[in-house]
């Protein structure tokens, strides 16, 4: 792996993505960078800008009861909520106020929610947070589940996303493949770094990644 470039959005420079470039393997994909997010979700003053800055992108036009946080981004939800609510952001829930959710996983990858916390999903506009969207197969399999749920996804907010949208809907990120022009996500089987022989440096998720010795 080589040394993190730092990346500030043009739009809000006191946010800086880091990427560092290698050979990853993730849950859904082979990919040329680690996006890596730690100190945005970890720092309050970055999460407090990343939330800032995602405020702005979709403060004027969703309806928000529920933030349903993905891969670690509770921080960022908890400013993003705050933020919102103090931008006037219309909500129907009965206290006035916006729930922040994290689901659980089973060993399929399923997103569950337990019957305590279905009040604050079943009949609820829901934006689903995540820090970096590549495949687009986690922002499907959480919709799925939370339209199980008898959720309605009012919208999607990414700190980066590859996508433009999935499902239909919109996807709001800081980032994208404009700011890494070389980035480049492949399915497992036709991965050009495997295909040229190269090893792979490290697993990786939206957690962080574990190099390979």
Do not use: W
């Amino acid at each position: 792996m080589q040394e993190t470039i730092k990346i500030k959005s043009k739009v809000h420079p006191n946010v800086v993505l880091k990427a560092i470039p290698g050979h990853f393997v993730t849950p859904n994909s082979h990919v040329n960078y680690f996006l890596d997010m730690t100190t945005l979700k970890s720092r309050l003053s970055e999460a407090s800008a990343a939330a800032k800055a995602l405020s702005e992108q979709i403060s004027a036009t969703t309806v928000v009861d529920t933030i349903v946080c993905i891969d670690g981004c509770e921080i960022i939800g908890a400013f993003l909520a705050e933020d919102l609510t103090r931008a006037g952001v219309y909500s129907m829930n009965a206290h006035s106020t916006i729930y922040i959710v994290t689901p659980e996983y089973v060993n399929s990858g399923q997103l569950v929610f337990r019957e305590n916390m279905l009040p604050m999903i079943k009949g609820k506009n829901v934006l689903l947070l995540l820090t970096s969207a590549t495949t687009g197969q986690t922002i499907v399999k959480a919709s799925q589940a939370l339209c199980y749920y008898g959720a309605k996804i009012s919208g999607i907010s990414a700190v980066f996303s590859a996508a433009n949208s999935v499902m239909g809907i919109p996807i709001k990120s800081l980032f994208t493949i404009a700011d890494i022009p070389d980035y480049k996500a492949y399915e497992p089987e036709g991965c050009s770094f495997c295909k040229e022989g190269k090893k792979i440096d490290a697993f990786a998720n939206g957690f962080g990644y574990s190099k390979i010795n």
